[in-house]
T-cell receptor
Framework: GAGVSQSPSNKVTEKGKDVELRCDPI?????LYWYRQSLGQGLEFLIY????????KSGLPSDRFSAERTGGSVSTLTIQRTQQEDSAVYLC?????????????FGSGTRLTVV | GENVEQHPSTLSVQEGDSAVIKCTYS??????FPWYKQELGKGPQLIID?????GEKKDQRIAVTLNKTAKHFSLHITETQPEDSAVYFC???????????FGQGTTLQVKP
């Protein structure tokens, strides 16, 4: 597609449920990133995939969070046993210049609300 | 790791005035500094960037300056317009990690 696509755009879930957030990067972009943006806050790095290398998971806040990227394209961020503090906008970005920080393109995000 | 501080958190200016947002970073190995504009309900959009071998870059009404010695960089918007109202984020990247680390954001309001 023309841009980074994220789905769903909005998700309301009950505390304790698991959720899956999806990101379709720009075709051909080998690098993919997930960020979390809490209300009124900056963008918090979560995880970074680059080609076939092991992902950089250093930003994941707890072991309830995990992500995978299948076939070097689509990525899914999974949050298990959701808590109210997980409520935020989850943003995905992809890049054609992996490891150099150039050319990041962001999706519109998934707004997650845990009730 | 890298830490980016951004000021001010909110900025209100009259249409036609200039706006300046400042950021500092901690990792001297950082070599790429983009600025993003985020409108309500949308993802961040790159508006200008600067690399560490350049001190200043300008694109129409927007300019960015970088002082590597002091580890700070700034965004300058001249002749502001109401459509410039948004949240602006600075960021820094170190080439060996590829991670884009953001500042806390500045909410800019341009009053007509």
């Amino acid at each position: 597609g023309a841009g980074v696509s994220q789905s769903p755009s909005n998700k309301v879930t009950e505390k304790g449920k698991d959720v899956e957030l999806r990101c379709d990067p720009i075709s051909g972009h080998t690098a993919l990133y997930w960020y979390r943006q809490s209300l009124g806050q900056g963008l918090e790095f979560l995880i970074y995939f680059q080609g076939n290398s092991a992902p950089d998971k250093s930003g994941l806040p707890s072991d309830r969070f995990s992500a995978e990227r299948t076939g070097g394209s689509v990525s899914t961020l999974t949050i298990q046993r959701t808590q109210q503090e997980d409520s935020a906008v989850y943003l995905c970005a992809s890049s054609s210049r992996p490891g150099q920080g150039y050319g990041y393109t962001f999706g519109s995000g998934t707004r997650l609300t845990v009730v | 790791g890298e830490n980016v501080e951004q000021h001010p958190s909110t900025l209100s200016v009259q249409e036609g005035d200039s706006a300046v947002i400042k950021c500092t970073y901690s990792d001297s190995a950082s070599n790429y500094f983009p600025w993003y504009k985020q409108e309500l309900g949308k993802g961040p959009q790159l508006i200008i960037d600067i690399r560490s071998n350049v001190g200043e870059k300008k694109d129409q009404r927007i300019a960015v300056t970088l002082n590597k010695t002091a580890k700070h960089f700034s965004l300058h918007i001249t002749e502001t317009q109401p459509e410039d109202s948004a949240v602006y984020f600075c960021a820094a990247v170190t080439s060996n990690t590829g991670k884009l680390i953001f500042g806390q954001g500045t909410t800019l309001q341009v009053k007509p």
